[in-house]
């Protein structure tokens, strides 16, 4: 059983940065794979970017690659998704995610998930 909650979503503009945290409380969090997914008005939730148990193996959407950065501290049961260069495609709501590792596959799919937080709104203008 894991609880999880977002914060540090906001307003900024196109080019501007954001951290994203994810705190979680309930099982130990190094057992859980960790993801950060997305939903923008009108369209499906998107993967954004997850962390194996260690933190040594990332992945990232396409379209964040290279902008966003996940990490994680498992001593203070937190991930991060760091957002520089953002643009307005960006925005949306923001979800974090767990999964027990012994029962993750990629983590690139929102059904893989068992646990998620409330969100927290990205708005991203020009």
């Known amino acids: 059983q894991v609880q999880l909650v977002e914060s540090g979503g906001g307003s900024v503009q196109a080019g501007g940065s954001l951290r994203l945290s994810c705190a979680a409380s309930?099982?130990?969090?190094?057992?859980?794979?960790m993801g950060w997914f997305r939903q923008a008005p009108g369209k499906e939730r998107e993967f954004v970017a997850r962390i194996n148990w260690s933190g040594a193996g990332t992945y990232y959407a396409e379209s964040v690659e290279g902008r966003f950065t996940i990490s994680r501290d498992n001593a203070k049961s937190i991930v991060y998704l760091q957002m520089n260069s953002l643009k307005e495609e960006d925005t949306a709501v923001y979800y974090c995610a767990a999964v027990p590792a012994a029962r993750g596959r990629l983590g690139l799919r929102s059904y893989e998930y068992a646990y998620w937080g409330q969100g927290t709104q990205v708005t991203v203008s020009s």
């Open positions: 309930g099982s130990t969090f190094s057992n859980y794979l």
